[in-house]
């Protein structure tokens, strides 16, 4: 088995490519050993010292490092990780991953699914080149409200990302669309 490394535009995340199916459908993001105890392929990451964040996608791993911790140090433990769980059989995940987008009851709906769409179909599949996912939270008062995962959360460059890429990309197709703003789960 060959694994590999891409980097993101986050120097604290590396993305991991097993030259095989991740997931099924969707994404997972752990932020803790605790979280991930219904991945084994992201339990098993974990284990390596210096990791704090694991995203899962449909043919990727992104894994985020502490700050005081070398990519050097921790990367060939990383790649040992994965191989290792390739050999096991066991899943990348037990049970189903989640929706990627929160549920939106309200007046708004039929603009909440043009958000959807338009994440769907122009943001997300260019963010997951970059290691990460950005899923919708919520619309309020022309607000919408996005989560950022693996690569993106923490990003030194997604706040740009978030006010020059995305808000005005909906702004441009949704009017009622004022603002974008980052979320925390």
Same mark, same amino acid.
């Given at each position: 088995m060959f694994i590999q490394t891409e980097s993101t535009p986050n120097p604290a995340t590396l993305k991991f490519l097993p030259g095989q199916a991740v997931l099924e459908a969707g994404t997972a993001d752990f932020t803790s050993q605790e979280a991930a105890a219904v991945s084994p392929l992201a339990g098993r990451i974990f284990a390596v010292s210096g990791v704090t964040g694991v995203f899962l996608g449909t043919d990727f791993v992104t894994v985020t490092k502490a700050e005081d911790v070398d990519w050097d140090h921790v990367k060939p433990a990383i790649l040992g990780a994965i191989m290792e769980h390739?050999?096991?059989? *066991?899943? &990348?995940?037990e049970g189903a991953s989640q929706a990627a987008h929160a549920e939106h009851d309200g007046p708004d709906g039929d603009i909440v699914v043009q958000?959807?769409?338009?994440?769907?179909?122009?943001?997300?599949? *260019?963010? &997951?080149?970059?290691g990460g996912d950005i899923t919708f939270h919520g619309f309020e008062r022309g607000v919408v409200y996005l989560h950022m995962q693996g690569a993106c959360a923490g990003c030194p460059s997604s706040t740009l990302t978030l006010k020059m890429g995305i808000e005005n990309l909906?702004?441009?197709?949704?009017?009622?669309?004022t603002e974008v703003r980052p979320v925390a789960v």
């Open positions: 390739y050999q096991s059989g *066991a899943p &990348a995940m958000i959807k769409d338009l994440l769907d179909t122009r943001v997300r599949p *260019a963010v &997951a080149q970059d909906l702004k441009h197709y949704i009017p009622e669309v």
